[in-house]
Nanobody, 122 residues
Framework: QVQLVESGGGLVQAGGSLRLSCAASGRTLDSFCMGWFRQAPGKEREFVAAISWSGGNTKYADSVKGRFTIARDNAKNTLYLEMNNLKPEDTAVYYC???????????????WGQGTQVTVSS
């Protein structure tokens, strides 16, 4: 089992930045693909970014490319999402997730955190 706990969410003005963290426990993450997802009110949960076990391969949703950066520190068992130039449409609950496999994937995740709220004001 893997337990995931997100932190770093909050209220920020459009154009601002936030850094989300996801701390893992239960198992080391160095054999897991990790990802970030988000769910806005009244919408389906959507893929944001994913990173391979080594950190050498990443994938991003088109809506966040060039603004968000996913990173991981396997020694600290922690996943990050650096979010820059935030827009009101980025407002959502952000979830980190883990799945087996070494490559970055956009679906098939087995373990989920409880989420952290990000609100971007215009």
């Amino acid at each position: 089992q893997v337990q995931l706990v997100e932190s770093g969410g909050g209220l920020v003005q459009a154009g601002g930045s936030l850094r989300l963290s996801c701390a893992a426990s239960g198992r080391t993450l160095d054999s897991f693909c990790m990802g970030w997802f988000r769910q806005a009110p009244g919408k389906e949960r959507e893929f944001v970014a994913a990173i391979s076990w080594s950190g050498g391969n990443t994938k991003y949703a088109d809506s966040v490319k060039g603004r968000f950066t996913i990173a991981r520190d396997n020694a600290k068992n922690t996943l990050y999402l650096e979010m820059n130039n935030l827009k009101p449409e980025d407002t959502a609950v952000y979830y980190c997730a883990a799945r087996g496999g070494r490559l970055a994937r956009v679906d098939g995740y087995d373990y989920w955190g409880q989420g952290t709220q990000v609100t971007v004001s215009s």
